[in-house]
C-alpha cells in the first residue's frame, strides 16, 4: 500500500509519531521521503516533550471549595423553586374599573391651576424681558421706614429749622453766661479783704461780631470752636452746613 | 446504550437526593478530581484559575448530573464541562494570565514528569531547574494556542484521549479533530523546536 505525504503525517500524529510500527507501508513511505522523516522526528520529540508535562494533583482545598459550590447551588435551585411556588395574586375588582374610567380626556383630580396664570403666561410671551423684570421685582423684600423720617415730616423738635438756629443760640448764651461767671470771680476780688488791685470792665455783647477778638478766642476754645460759625448766607452750602 | 464505567455512580447520584460532596457523587470526585484539575491546570496555565475552573466544573456536574443521559461517556460530559469552564475563565481573567505563570513552579501536587523513553534520539534533561524551566517553556506555548486548539492539544497529549474521545467531549466530527491537532502540532513545532534544541541532545 502506497501512502501520499499527507496520510503519512496525519498517521504518525494520530499515533503519536510511531505510525511505522502499525503499517509498513508507512515504514517504507518515511525511509523513502526525508520531509516525512523529518516531520517523524519533530513530531517524536514534540509528544516526548510534551508528556514531560507533570500532572498536578487536585490541591487538598478543592473538595471544600466543591461542597460549598454544591450547597451554593442548592440554595440557589431552592431560591428558583421558592419563586416559582410562589402564588399568582388575583387582579383587584377595582382594576378594572379604574382602567375603564382611565380616559384621555379624563382630567385627573388635584390642583388645578390658577385663573391668573392664562394672563401671566400671556404676559411672559407678549414681553417676556418686562415679565421677568416684574416677576423678580415683585419678589424684593419691603424695607419699613425709620422712625427719624416720620419725626422730621410731623415738624417735631429736631426739625430742619431747629437745629440751625439751636446752634446760633448756644455760643450766645455760653458767651453769656462766662461773662456773668467772670464778673462774679472779678466782683469777689474787689471785696475788702480780697487784695484785689485790677480793675475790670464787664461788656454785654448781643452778637459775636461785635466782641472783642480775644474773647472771642476764648469764647471758642471754651465752646469747641462753635462761635466760629459764620452764619451770614455766603459760608452756607448745603441748607445750613458749614 | 453504551457501556459506561462511571454508569452505576451516575445512576446512584441521579437515584438520591442530592447530598453534597458525600456518597456515589463523592466517589465520582474522587475519581475525576485530579484529571479535571490537571485539564484546568493545562488550559487556564494557573493553579489560581484551575482551583476555580475545577470548582466550577464539579459543581456544575453536581447540579447537572439529574439530566445526564448517556449520549456519551460520562467522562467526556465531565471532561467538555472542565474544557468549558477554563476557557470561560481564562477569558474572564486574561489580563492575569501570563503574569501568574510563576505559579506553575509550584512543588505541591507535582507528580514526578512521565518521560517517554521509548526513543533512543531523547534524553532526559539534567536537572530539576532545567525541569521546570522546560515546563514553563511547554505550558507557556500551550497558552499561546488558541482556545480552541488548547483544549484539544491538553485533551489529546497530556490526558491521552483517542480522537473519538475528543470528538465525542469537544462535540465535533473527527475530520475537525484531525485538523485541528494538525494546525496545533504546526503552532507547537514552531514554539517548541528551539525548546527542543536547548533541552535535548538529538
Redesign the interface.
Known sequence: MTFTCTAVRDALLEHRGRAERVDSGLAAHLAACPECSAFERRTVGLVALLSTLPRRAAPSELAGLVVAATQAGHRQERAVEALTALSRLPVPSALERIVAEDRPDRVPAGPRAPAVLERLVDEDLRDPAAAISRRFAGRLDRRKAPGTLRARLTGAPWSSAGPRAVRLLVPVAAGALLLVLASVLIFRRDQPGSGGVDEYQVVYESSLESMDPMARGLLSGLSGGVPDVQDSPEFRTDGGGK | MRNDPDRTLVESCQGSS?N??QGS?RAL?EHY??R???VC??ITGN?TD??DA???T??IA??KIGEFRFESKFSSWVYRIAVNASIDIKRRSGARWLASLDGSREA?????????L??E??ELPPAAAS?HE??DE??QAISRLSPKMRAI?VLR??ENLS?DEIAETLHISIGTV?SR??RA?QA??RE??P??DR??L?
Open positions: 442530592p453534597g460532596l457523587f470526585y478530581k485530579d479535571v484539575y490537571n491546570y493545562r493553579a484551575a482551583l475545577s470548582q466550577e464539579f459543581g453536581f447540579r505541591d501536587g507535582v507528580e514526578l514528569p512521565r518521560v517517554d521509548r526513543d534520539r531523547t525541569r522546560l515546563e511547554i505550558q492539544t497529549y497530556v480522537y484531525k491537532l494538525s502540532h507547537l513545532d517548541l523546536t525548546v527542543l533541552h535535548y538529538r
